[in-house]
């Protein structure tokens, strides 16, 4: 364990020494989780914070009416509840689960007590802080300036750049698609379909081909 988590940038520049504590004080621990699990709950308390070292995992509101609005994704050295912990309101807004096998680094509170008398870990902590709330005001634009059409043409050109291709494969179904984008699925369709009666897609399962 040890040795993982040397790689992690948010525990780079500690003595080695507190970290071997800290795991054998059980501060710092491992957990894997099946793809479909839920990490944590909406309504639950934040009792520490989780270091994704694998896999991806989603957050997402659970509206009266059953649909889900994805609000933030974590994928490899993501930091979770690192803006509750400490909060006098500390409870989970939204609910957080894996959409693939994880393994989480979780740190109690105690620990990241001990942990933020280092400096480089209080300037990662901080990043990432400031990370997720521009997250967040991204996320609030994306709901309140822009179309569906814009946001996924935004989306489309991200994984091309990623992808460095034209032609995208989507990390996701269309129906995470949907919550993402916090629609129902028949509106994603609808909107898929006018883009490509448009000629601005091509369409091939969960192959996209820009033509924009």
């Known amino acids: 364990m040890i040795q993982e988590i040397k790689h992690i940038a948010l525990f780079q520049g500690i003595d080695f020494s507190t970290i071997e504590r800290l795991i054998l004080e059980r ?19 934040c009792a520490g914070a989780d270091v994704v070292l694998s896999g991806k995992l989603i957050a997402y509101a659970l509206a009266d009416n059953g649909s889900e609005t994805v609000v933030f994704t974590f994928g490899d050295g993501s930091l979770i509840g690192a803006n509750l912990v400490f909060a006098e309101q500390n409870k989970y807004p939204i609910n957080i689960y894996c959409t693939e096998d994880c393994v989480l680094y979780h740190i109690t509170k105690s620990g990241i007590e001990e942990l933020l008398k280092h400096h480089e870990f209080v300037m990662r902590y901080v990043q990432s802080l400031s990370e997720n709330s521009q997250g967040m005001n991204q996320k609030i634009a994306m709901y309140t300036r822009k179309s569906l059409r814009e946001n996924l043409m935004d989306y489309f050109r991200a994984l091309s750049v ?38 601005l897609i091509e369409i091939a399962n969960k192959e996209i081909t820009l033509k924009f």
């Open 27 to 45: 501060e710092i621990y491992s957990r894997s989780y099946h793809k479909g699990a839920t990490v944590h709950e909406q309504g639950k308390a």
């Open 162 to 199: 990623e992808q460095k291709s034209d032609t995208v494969s989507l990390p996701v179904t269309k129906k995470q698609l949907a919550d993402y984008f916090g629609v129902q699925r028949p509106s994603l369709f609808r909107e898929l379909k006018r883009m490509k009666d448009e000629g």
